[in-house]
């Protein structure tokens, strides 16, 4: 199995299951489901963990209580925290709306950043990094790392040219303005530079694009009826990443992924679970 460094947050997710669909301007009607492990880097890496893979988290959470808490829940997972700087704020949280469709709407209520960004994944032994940060800062740890990993990366809100190195570049088509959508590659070039191979759109329910320098491959989503979507986009990422330590192709990494992204929105779950992992596997 690979090694594998998962760079972004670990979050406590607070759910709340709404009766019916989200409405603004009015008052709704749900039902507390209790708090659960989230964030991105967790949604990610877990699920890698559960397939074998050593994985180990780069990011930061809080001195506080809460802090405590979520480490306990990663360590017990097997994923790595040894590389997550604790911080004098308060850890990350965010409250997760599920209407009654499945559909998740995220509120970011507070975000542990650390000032500096993470030199010592240059410490780090890695097949592959995968970056679910918003931090802009970390184009030159990740153009070195390009010499010896394969670094794929979520594209940023923000889009700064060479702001983030990778081969390949994941983004949502619900998270991007419509000018990324008429010519990914184009954009992907400015944002990631010459390391550039792949950029993957994710539409949904309608499924991925992969848009490279030769072909474009489409893969049509799983028709499932979702109960919850929260780290949906993480699992795909995580079953891409996956396959392609593996040694998979692109084709059948995107395949792979929808098969993960999919499994992860029949679970009122932020994480996709170990058992539903080794489903996949088999």
């Not at 994985?55 to 802090?67: A, E, F, R």
Request: charged share 20%.
């Amino acid at each position: 199995m690979a090694r594998i460094v998962v760079i972004g947050s670990v979050a406590r997710d607070d759910v709340v299951r709404l009766h019916g669909g989200f409405r603004e301007g009015t008052h709704l009607q749900g039902v507390w489901n209790g708090p659960r492990l989230g964030g991105g880097a967790s949604c990610t890496a877990v699920p890698l963990a559960h397939a074998g893979h050593d994985v180990v988290v780069v990011g930061s959470i809080g001195l506080d209580d809460l802090g405590e808490e979520l480490l306990a829940e990663l360590d017990a997972t097997g994923v790595d925290m040894s590389q997550v700087a604790r911080i004098d704020q308060p850890s990350t949280r965010s409250i997760i709306l599920v209407d009654g469709e499945g559909e998740r709407t995220v509120i970011n209520v507070t975000r542990t950043h650390q000032d500096e960004p993470p030199a010592r994944l240059m410490r780090l032994g890695a097949d592959c990094v995968y970056v679910r940060s918003r931090r802009l800062d970390l184009a030159p740890l990740l153009r070195e790392k390009a010499a010896s990993s394969l670094i794929i990366a979520h594209l940023p809100p923000c889009l700064p040219e060479g702001v983030r190195p990778a081969h390949i570049l994941v983004t949502s088509a619900s998270d991007v303005d419509a000018d990324v959508l008429d010519d990914p590659l184009a954009v992907g070039r400015r944002v990631a530079g010459d390391l550039l191979e792949w950029v993957l759109v994710t539409h949904g329910a309608k499924g991925v694009i992969a848009y490279g320098q030769d072909e474009t491959i489409k893969v049509p989503a799983r028709n499932v009826k979702p109960v919850d979507t929260t780290g949906a986009g993480d699992s795909f990422a995580a079953g891409l990443v996956h396959a392609l330590v593996m040694g998979k192709t692109m084709q059948e990494a995107l395949e792979n992924g929808v098969a993960w992204g999919a499994e992860a929105t029949q679970w009122e779950a932020s994480i996709l679970p170990a058992e539903a992992v080794e489903r996949l596997l088999q």
